[in-house]
């Protein structure tokens, strides 16, 4: 965080911080290295289709080498109901797909990540 606000002010006047919108993203393909997406995805998922998730995760995935979606949890502390679909369809796009703990966690049952790579 503290690395993000010191950089901030120079990286706007220098164009890296760019608003863009899910599920569609103004980027060339394979742009970035890591693509992090934190409390939107599976956050919202009353609010947020199936399909705006798997859009959203493709999307992501064609403009980088690997995306990280934290947390798995909805609003209720539940996993996420989209969670089983998409582990299921994502490889179907040539996408691999792994659930990681991690050690820090900001909700109930918010202590794992979802890392999507691109079967080479
Ligand atoms: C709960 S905030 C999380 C902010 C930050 N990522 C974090 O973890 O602290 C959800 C964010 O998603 C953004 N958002 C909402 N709809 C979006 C979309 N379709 N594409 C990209 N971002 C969106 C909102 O503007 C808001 O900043």
């Known amino acids: 965080m503290r690395l993000f606000i010191a950089d901030y002010s120079a ?8 608003v863009a919108e899910l599920p569609k993203l103004l980027f060339a393909n394979d742009t970035f290295s890591l693509a992090v ?7 919202y998922s009353d609010l ?3 399909e705006f ?5 493709l999307e ?3 403009v980088a080498h690997e995306v990280r ?3 798995l949890t909805g609003l209720d ?4 109901p989209h969670l089983a679909p998409l582990q299921a369809e994502l490889p179907r796009h040539g996408l691999r797909v792994e659930i990681a703990k991690v050690n ?4 109930r049952n918010g202590d794992k990540m979802m890392k999507i790579q691109k079967i080479s």
Request: net charge positive; with cysteine.
């Open 77 to 80: 502390c539940e996993p996420s």
């Open 104 to 107: 820090y966690q900001l909700q």
């Open 69 to 71: 979606i934290f947390p």
């Open 37 to 43: 997406c934190s409390h939107l995805l599976f956050l």
């Open 48 to 50: 947020l289709s199936l």
């Open 53 to 57: 998730h798997l859009a959203s995760v």
């Open 11 to 18: 990286g706007l006047l220098q164009k890296r911080y760019i």
């Open 60 to 62: 992501l995935s064609r």
